[in-house]
């Protein structure tokens, strides 16, 4: 539990530090009101047309992709936080593992999923 | 003795302080991802929520399963749907997530599916003495899983190809698709 702690501490610090910078400012800041303030910044011009714009649909194949190594990750943790005692069979194991995901990846690649159109 | 005793009081009060905590954000979070106009600002807050749960699940000393909200929720599933949100928008984002009339049949429904489970929950007799549990997990995972069920495991490698796999047609039909058309 104490080795949480700190994490706890760290989080009260993390939420203190940013209300105590955002409090000083809204106490100490120049007030001026004008819609202008409101506006979306983009370089200091005004924008052109809505900034909510779409995005486009490649993103969304780096997304799917990224889940599954995602997934991968979560199978490597346990095997790297013990993993002086698994040795080397465990080693070979994982091995295979990263192997079998690995040919996805070559898969995914000589698609031309990765290239950007 | 007294000393002990002491000690292990002010750890509890701690984990009710951090468990007070947690279940605050993630009730706040919770119910800004239903209130809040903006489906992007909605699915931020529902990080927020995968967050606090993974704390709680430490406080239960699931570290494994914290590890797992991170990754998969926080992580996979979050960006998942921001960009799903984000592809498949509509015309004003700031109005993508309406408040309707609905809530007012939605609110009694799951208000009496609350109290059910709540009744559920103080009638069923918990096992209140499980045995000790341990401290981290994970090392108990692992020869688990690269041991005595290694086949299993690498069939999850083999579930994740073909999922990926799975993943490049379908994207790659839909860009012909759009293509020729």
């Known amino acids: 539990m104490s080795v949480w702690l700190g994490?706890?501490?760290?989080?009260?610090?993390?939420?203190?530090?940013?209300?105590?910078?955002?409090?000083?400012?809204?106490?100490?800041?120049?007030?001026?009101k004008n819609r202008f303030k409101l506006e979306t910044y983009e370089c200091g011009l005004p924008t052109i047309g809505p900034t909510w714009v779409q995005f486009k649909t490649q993103y969304f194949t780096y997304?799917?992709?990224?889940?599954?190594?995602?997934?991968?990750?979560?199978?490597?943790?346990?095997?790297?936080?013990?993993?002086?005692?698994?040795?080397?069979?465990?080693?070979v194991k994982m091995f295979i593992f990263i192997f079998i995901l690995v040919l996805g990846l070559w898969y995914a690649w000589k698609e031309g999923a990765l290239e950007w159109r | 003795m007294k000393q002990l005793q002491g000690c292990a009081d002010m750890e509890n009060s701690l984990e009710l302080i951090a468990f007070f905590l947690l279940a605050g954000s993630l009730l706040t979070g919770a119910l800004m991802v239903v209130t809040l106009k903006n489906l992007v600002n909605s699915v931020l807050s529902l990080i927020v929520v995968f967050f606090s749960l993974a704390g709680i699940f430490?406080?239960?000393?699931?570290?494994?399963?914290?590890?797992?909200?991170?990754?998969?929720?926080?992580?996979?599933?979050?960006?998942?749907?921001?960009?799903?949100?984000?592809?498949?928008?509509?015309?004003?984002?700031?109005?993508?997530?309406?408040?309707?009339?609905?809530f007012l049949i939605a609110a009694p429904l799951t208000g009496a599916l609350f109290l059910l489970i709540g009744l559920v929950a103080a009638k069923s007799p918990w096992v209140k003495?499980?045995?000790?549990?341990?401290?981290?997990?994970?090392?108990?995972?692992?020869?688990?899983?690269?041991?005595?069920?290694?086949?299993?495991?690498?069939?999850?490698?083999?579930?994740?190809?073909?999922?990926?796999?799975g993943v490049l047609l379908l994207v790659k039909e839909v860009k012909d698709n759009g293509r020729s058309s």
């Not at chain 1, 799917?64 to 005692?85: G, K, M």
């Open chain 1, 7 to 32: 994490i706890l501490f760290f989080i009260l610090a993390g939420f203190a530090f940013s209300a105590i910078g955002l409090g000083l400012s809204f106490l100490i800041h120049p007030r001026s």
């Open chain 1, 63 to 91: 997304a799917l992709i990224f889940v599954i190594f995602d997934v991968e990750v979560l199978y490597l943790y346990p095997w790297a936080v013990s993993f002086t005692q698994l040795g080397f069979s465990g080693l």
């Open chain 2, 58 to 102: 430490i406080l239960l000393n699931a570290d494994f399963l914290a590890a797992v909200q991170v990754l998969v929720y926080a992580g996979g599933v979050c960006i998942m749907l921001v960009f799903g949100v984000m592809l498949v928008q509509r015309k004003d984002m700031r109005e993508s997530n309406p408040v309707n009339r609905r």
């Open chain 2, 129 to 165: 003495e499980a045995g000790e549990v341990p401290e981290n997990t994970i090392e108990h995972l692992a020869p688990i899983l690269l041991r005595d069920y290694v086949i299993p495991f690498e069939a999850v490698a083999i579930l994740l190809t073909v999922a990926l796999t």
